[in-house]
């Protein structure tokens, strides 16, 4: 006689696995890393590297040796903690920062609460916002992008353009009068601009969530919603006062927008279950995105906006449900 076993999320059928589907978003980051290697050469090498085998290293030992339970280090989720991480840090970060990351994504964020399926938050980002927590300067010293660059710590480095637009804002300067000093958008499509070593290419950001999209291991939804949420706040905040507030296209192309949207919201753990709670997760996140980078202290809200959302989500999954099969509309 069969048992129905009853398991944490994420539930995935039609012949999807965890592994298929982590391994898929690997893949689908792969342009972005080419563009980082491009223009962060070494660094980015070095960066990746670690993040990934300390992350993978890290929850080896948990398990073996800690929680004494069933290794799952081969179902990709690791691997891809150690990517996700690697990207929302500079490229030049000291590699003992970044191996403390690693172990509180992988130590505190994910296996604290039993593994994949019960984290309640996405591990890259509670070990990104400890870094940048615990070691501000050096988690905001942005390698400026050269082509094949071959250093690591020795690199010069540069303001961001969110850093741009905040310092400049706040020095009491014009949005047009900084425009000389912000890259052009060609330069923000392919990734030559300054920030995090996987954040800088839009255009290979936006190749890997065409793939996710057209292997259907995510849904529109969540990516939709942010952009478009950011997109439309952005656009009132620029209407009402063009000289002090971005317009959209600066802030879906710079920071980490898309990065977020496609590769870190729409992780199936912490992410709501139905696609009513999806749009009004990423909506949010979209909302935050742009309050906290225009009004907060930190120039980039992504990060910040995804693990507020993440905290909602059981909240959004109890009251946005959908109808049951069979259930009659009210």
């Not at 996405?122 to 905001?140: D, E, H, K, W, Y």
């Not at 980490?256 to 590769?263: E, I, K, N, S, V």
Request: proline share 6%; aromatic share 10%; hydrophobic share 50%.
């Amino acid at each position: 006689m069969n048992k129905l076993i009853i398991s944490p999320s994420p539930h995935i059928h039609s012949g999807d696995s965890v592994q298929k589907n982590m391994y898929g978003v690997i893949i689908a980051l792969i342009p972005a890393l080419l563009a980082s290697l491009y223009f962060f050469g070494l660094g980015a090498l070095v960066i990746t590297v670690t993040a990934i085998v300390s992350c993978v290293v890290f929850e080896y030992l948990l398990q073996k040796y800690v929680l004494k339970g069933e290794l799952t280090v081969t179902d990709g989720s690791a691997v891809l903690t150690g990517l996700l991480l690697a990207f929302n840090v500079p490229s030049n970060l000291p590699i003992w920062m970044l191996i403390l990351g690693s172990a509180v994504a992988i130590g505190i964020a994910k296996m604290t609460f039993g593994g994949l399926g019960n984290n309640p938050f996405n591990p890259a980002l509670v070990g990104r916002v400890f870094m940048l927590i615990s070691f501000p300067v050096q988690m905001t010293s942005w390698p400026k992008p050269a082509v094949l660059p071959l250093t690591y710590t020795d690199a010069v480095t540069g303001a961001t353009p969110l850093g741009i637009v905040k310092e400049g804002l706040a020095k009491g300067d014009s949005v047009s009068s900084l425009m000389s000093k912000l890259p052009s958008f060609h330069d923000m499509l392919l990734g030559n601009i300054g920030g995090s070593l996987g954040e800088v290419s839009a255009i290979a950001l936006l190749i890997g969530g065409a793939f996710l999209l057209w292997q259907k291991i995510i849904t529109w939804h969540i990516p939709v919603s942010i952009i478009g949420a950011v997109i439309i706040f952005s656009s009132i905040l620029h209407a009402s006062n063009p000289e002090a507030y971005m317009g959209p296209v600066f802030h879906i192309f710079t920071g980490g927008l898309l990065l977020g949207a496609f590769f870190m919201a729409t992780d199936y753990v912490t992410s709501p279950m139905s696609k009513a709670g999806m749009l009004i997760y990423g909506t949010l996140i979209g909302v935050l995105t742009v309050l906290i980078r225009v009004f907060g202290s930190y120039p980039e809200g992504v990060s910040f906006a995804i693990l507020i959302m993440n905290a909602f989500t059981p909240l959004i999954n109890k009251y946005v449900k959908p109808r049951l099969y069979g259930e009659a509309k009210k």
